[in-house]
C-alpha cells in the first residue's frame, strides 16, 4: 500500500475514533494491529484529546492536578484510577473536578475513599496531597474491598485492622492491624508533612510491597509481605472541611 494512502486511512480513522467512548476504543483495538497502532502510536492524538475534553471537568485540565501526567491517554487513565462516589463514607463527596475528596464537617466520626480499581499484580504509582488542615489523623495507603470507610470518633481508620495498611501523616506512625508497625520514615527528625505536599505511592504487587517518595526522594518500603488479594489506593481524614487529592501515575519509574 503506499504510504499516502496508509496515512490518509490512518487519518480517516482517527476522526472516527475521536468520537468513541472509552469501551469503544478498547473494542476497536482489538480489530487489528492497524487499528492498534491508531489508538496506542500517539498518546496526545486526537483521540484522547477528544476523549479528555469529553470525560474530564475543565478544573482537572485547566488547573495543575494532573501537571504530572505526560500525555491525554495518561490523563484518562488516571481518571479512571480516581477515588469512586460510590466507594467513601457519607460523609464525603467526590468533587466535580474527580479527583479531590472534600470530607464535611462531620464531628466524632473519620471518613475515607477507595479509589475506582484496584490492584492484585504489577506495578503501579500514584500521588496523594492534602489540601486543608490533616487534624490529629491523616492517613495515606491501601485497603481491601472489605476495609470500612468510616468509623466513630478520631481514629487512624486506615490500618485499624487486617484489611488495610496506612501512614498517618501527622505522626509518622506506620499502621497495620490495629498496631504501630514503627515510625517512618527511618530517620532522625523526620520531617513534618506539608499541606500540599504531594507524596507518590508506590505500590509493587509483584514483591508484595508498599513504599513513598516525598519530591524526588525515596523514603523507603514502608509494609512489606502483602497479601495476594486485590488492593485499592485509599485515604482517611478527620478535619471538617479539608480536601484530599489522589491522581494515578501509572507504572513507576526506576531510578
Not at 240 to 255: C, F, H, Q, S
Amino acid at each position: 500500500m503506499p504510504t499516502c494512502v496508509f496515512l490518509a486511512i490512518s487519518r480517516v480513522l482517527e476522526l472516527v475514533f475521536s468520537y468513541l467512548e472509552l469501551s469503544e476504543l478498547r473494542s476497536c483495538a482489538l480489530v487489528c494491529k492497524h487499528w492498534y497502532r491508531c489508538l496506542h502510536g500517539d498518546e496526545n492524538s486526537e483521540v484522547w484529546r477528544s476523549l479528555c475534553a469529553r470525560s474530564l471537568a475543565e478544573e482537572a485540565l485547566r488547573t495543575d492536578i494532573l501537571c504530572n501526567l505526560p500525555s491525554y491517554k495518561a490523563k484518562i487513565r488516571a481518571f479512571q484510577h480516581a477515588f469512586s462516589t460510590n466507594d467513601c463514607s457519607r460523609n464525603v463527596y467526590i468533587k466535580k473536578n474527580g479527583f479531590t475528596l472534600h470530607r464535611n464537617p462531620i464531628a466524632q466520626s473519620t471518613d475515607g475513599a477507595r479509589t475506582k480499581i484496584g490492584f492484585s499484580e504489577g506495578r503501579h504509582a500514584w500521588e496523594v496531597w492534602w489540601e486543608g488542615p490533616l487534624g490529629t489523623v491523616a492517613v495515606i495507603g491501601i485497603a481491601t474491598k472489605r476495609a470500612p470507610m468510616q468509623c466513630q470518633g478520631y481514629v487512624a481508620l486506615l490500618g485499624s485492622d487486617d484489611q488495610s495498611w496506612g501512614w498517618n501523616l501527622v505522626d509518622n506512625n506506620l499502621l497495620h492491624n490495629g498496631e504501630v508497625n514503627g515510625s517512618f520514615p527511618q530517620c532522625n527528625n523526620a520531617p513534618k508533612y506539608q499541606i500540599g505536599e504531594r507524596i507518590r505511592v508506590i505500590l509493587d504487587m509483584e514483591d508484595k510491597t508498599l513504599a513513598f517518595e516525598r519530591g524526588y526522594e525515596f523514603l523507603g518500603v514502608a509494609f512489606r509481605g502483602l497479601p495476594k488479594v486485590c488492593l485499592y489506593p485509599a485515604v482517611s481524614a478527620v478535619y471538617g472541611n479539608t480536601e484530599v487529592t489522589l491522581v494515578y501515575l501509572g507504572k513507576p519509574l526506576d531510578g
